[in-house]
């Protein structure tokens, strides 16, 4: 039979290059030279005796034989990793955007420590796409509006308050106290989130004109920085601006309301009945639960 004269490491090197649709790209994920992943797929095409990969200027381009095979690896290889992390548990990470780490999850991870002095955390900081098989995720913060993986469980924890913030000072010298008030304001945004105002404005004042966006910026934590430094006034989720709030470094003209995106936890499903994950998974949800009775009784 031809698959008892396939070699595993020639299969590992064509669903790499599949996947990242480089030679290069893959010999660097699997620490081995460009060219011996090329001689690995090229073996594999030749057992087979089929064409599995158009390599073409820019890198490699799966064929339609070669994209099924690479999803079937995908699904196998990535089974083989779950199982052999259900065997050796390591640090448990802990998946969310890099603003989320900064303003929300270190503040107040000291009082998960102190009751959970034996979970061993880990972070994996992105507000793309996540792979928690190659990433190596365990539990994630994301919103609903994020396609979730295959694979992974789960749970809707609480609306996602937003609202505008700016430096106390730029609201007294542009005197801003109706929603008319913000013609004449500079309104800064992030990349990450460009329909940002228009969704505030669609919960909090569907009459008022189409906000005209001014400067963007690459990450909600810069552009939490250019409102403090009065470049602007930029709307953001309330859990990302919370100390600045209470020590007044930024105010809220028009307060916050629970906008489109919900706050969801994923769990890979392989994890779910980990003492630790279930710990951890609790704890995110009542600091959330608790953050969003906050923000009702505001209202």
Not at 67 to 88: C, M, T
Not at 141 to 168: A, F, N
Request: charged share 25%; hydrophobic share 40%; aromatic share 8%.
């Amino acid at each position: 039979m031809v698959a008892s004269r396939v070699s595993l490491n020639a299969l590992r090197a064509f669903e790499a290059t599949a996947r990242c649709r480089s030679f290069s790209a893959a010999a660097d994920e699997l620490a081995v030279t460009h060219g011996a992943v090329s001689r690995q797929v090229r073996m594999l095409e030749e057992t087979f005796g089929v064409l599995l990969l158009q390599r073409t200027a820019q890198g490699a381009e799966p064929t339609p034989e070669g994209e099924r095979l690479a999803a079937g690896l995908k699904r196998g290889f990535d089974e083989i990793q779950n199982s052999v992390d259900q065997l050796k548990p390591g640090p448990l990470t802990l998946a969310c955007s890099t603003s989320i780490m900064m303003y929300w999850v270190l503040p107040r991870l000291s009082r998960f420590q102190q009751k959970n002095p034996d979970v061993l955390l880990q972070y994996h900081m992105t507000s793309g796409p996540l792979d928690f098989t190659r990433d190596k995720v365990g539990v994630a913060i994301r919103l609903s509006s994020q396609e979730m993986p295959r694979d992974v469980v789960r749970t809707d924890v609480c609306s996602e308050w937003v609202g505008p913030v700016c430096s106390p000072e730029y609201l007294r010298t542009l005197e801003i106290r109706t929603t008319a008030d913000l013609q004449r304001a500079r309104l800064i945004y992030s990349h990450t989130r460009e329909r940002a105002w228009s969704e505030w404005k669609q919960c909090y004042a569907p009459e008022m004109n189409e906000p005209n966006l001014d400067e963007g910026f690459p990450h909600f934590y810069l552009l939490i920085q250019a409102a403090r430094c009065g470049l602007g006034i930029a709307n953001v989720p309330r859990m990302l601006v919370q100390d600045d709030l209470t020590s007044g470094t930024l105010v809220a003209p028009f307060g916050f309301v629970a906008g489109p995106n919900r706050l969801t936890i994923w769990v890979a499903s392989h994890l779910t009945e980990r003492s630790e994950v279930r710990r951890l998974v609790n704890w995110l949800s009542e600091e959330l639960r608790a953050d969003e009775r906050q923000n009702r009784a505001q209202t």
